[in-house]
């Protein structure tokens, strides 16, 4: 008998996981942080954040980590800045796996990335992450996805990315573990001030344009911390980003949305961009690279509150001209 994967984390895009690839003929172990919902999960088969979704018979559902002993590659669908505080209550239960980040971001205390925050807790474990343009409605109504999994590891990645691969779930492989982080990290960020520009009536082509020059901040970002250029213009890069900054079930563009109308924002929804937005403005500053990531320097400052919507679009307007 196959062992099963664990996915530790029972949101919308874990358990949009954790359908897909029982649908692929997986066995599936599903770890809720709330012992009541798990409860419900396992009773009714249904999960509160997909609307008509049903868990199949092969995906079993708990809240004891534990349960996830018996895994051998476990997914961590846990938010990005919950990610640390998850490694250190059960990192050491982990370690010796393979462990698979399904998060997007940059951690704000530390400014790393999921596989290294992995790597400082759990150093016999094999980090990858799995990231690219992906709704987990999507996912979970199987519809086809396409995404990339990087790890430094060839053999396991390929291991991996077997055992995830199906109808469903398309998976490439990619080595460039920076890059896919970086990719899936700063689209969030670009998508918030995609949202700002529609919500404050600029229109498409200044969308296209904000897309098109934020994407370069991208590349500039994630080379200059050692990622290859040509990982942006995949999966984890460019394909998460145009998803993204066009959609509005994309959490972040629907927080742009909200702050370019003027509307209040629910804080009880999480919104990876605003906390990378920050995270990246301080390793900018670190750096001296402030000056080649302008839209990004915008964001984190209208998410903190410290300049208004209109102030970051005359600060933009008004930059120096330039040569593309």
Known sequence: MTAPIGIAGAGAFGAALAIALAKQGQTV?????????????????????LPGATLP?????????????VCPA??????????SRFLATHGKMLDGRSLVACCKGMDLTTQKGPTALIADVCPSATAMILTGPSFATDIAKGLATALTLASTKEVASQQMQA????PILRIYRNSDVIGAELGGALKNVIAIAA???????LGESARAALMTRGFAEMVRFSVSLGARPETLMGLSGLGDLVLTCTSSQSRNYAHGLALGRGDRTDPSITVEGVATSQAVLRRTMALGL??????????????????TVPMAIQALMSRP???E
């Not at 995906?59 to 996830?68: C, I, N």
């Not at 055992?163 to 199906?166: A, E």
């Not at 949202?195 to 009536?201: D, F, H, R």
């Not at 915008?298 to 998410?303: F, G, I, N, R």
């Open 195 to 201: 949202g700002i520009v529609m919500g404050a009536g």
């Open 74 to 83: 476990v997914l961590l669908a846990v938010p990005m800045q919950e990610l």
């Open 163 to 166: 055992v995830l691969s199906g």
């Open 290 to 307: 402030l000056e080649d990531l302008p839209v990004t320097s915008m964001v984190a400052q209208v998410t903190a509150g410290s300049i």
């Open 321 to 323: 001209l330039k040569e």
């Open 29 to 49: 172990r599903l770890w809720a942080r709330d012992r009541a919902a798990a409860d419900m999960m396992a009773k009714t088969r249904h999960v509160q954040r």
């Open 57 to 69: 018979d092969t995906v079993s559902v708990t809240a004891e980590l534990a349960h996830l002993s």
